[in-house]
């Protein structure tokens, strides 16, 4: 089936079967492979994306799905929030291997663009599910912080 889709603010076509999960639309037809592959179970956070603002695991979402929304995924993120966190993780060299880090970023774009002034609980409610394998969530909730207190809200 021929799908509509808005990724990143640009209208992409595809040609796929309605329960195709939309991590392999953006990767494999698309071409955006910042967002990673992990568990393919929506376990591990890995494939984070914006969808409607809101931090989405690409691996449940199906094509069908995705096509009524729309989809911001690491190339694409943009604006005041997304300057901060970006500027955060590198001032605090967040990242290790850095596989994870493109859906930790996401899922905290999406934390504070909802709470620009988290509590250490909303942080770690919204950041549950994200897996690093290097172990850095004390950087990242560093990282965080800054951002937050960067935005002042």
């Known amino acids: 089936m021929r799908l509509s ?7 992409a076509e595809v040609e796929t079967e309605a329960d195709t999960p939309l991590l392999w639309i953006l990767r ?11 568990c393919g179970a929506g376990h591990c956070g890995s494939c984070m994306v914006l969808i409607n603002g809101r931090a989405k695991r690409a ?3 199906s094509a069908a799905k995705a096509a009524k929304t729309s989809v911001v995924t690491i ?3 943009r604006g005041p929030v997304a300057d901060c966190v970006l500027a955060a993780w590198r001032q605090n060299d967040v990242s290790e291997c ?4 493109s859906g930790q970023i996401i ?6 663009s909802e709470l620009p002034r988290p509590t250490d609980a909303q942080i770690d409610a919204q950041m549950d599910g994200n897996l690093c394998r290097c172990a850095a969530y004390s950087g990242i909730r560093r990282a965080i912080r800054q951002a937050s207190d960067s935005i002042g809200g």
């Open 98 to 101: 850095g596989y994870c880090m």
């Open 107 to 112: 899922s905290a774009i999406a934390l504070l």
């Open 59 to 61: 691996c449940l979402v």
């Open 75 to 77: 190339e694409g993120v």
């Open 28 to 38: 494999d037809q698309l071409g955006l492979t910042g967002t990673k592959y992990g």
């Open 5 to 11: 889709l808005r990724i990143n603010g640009i209208a």
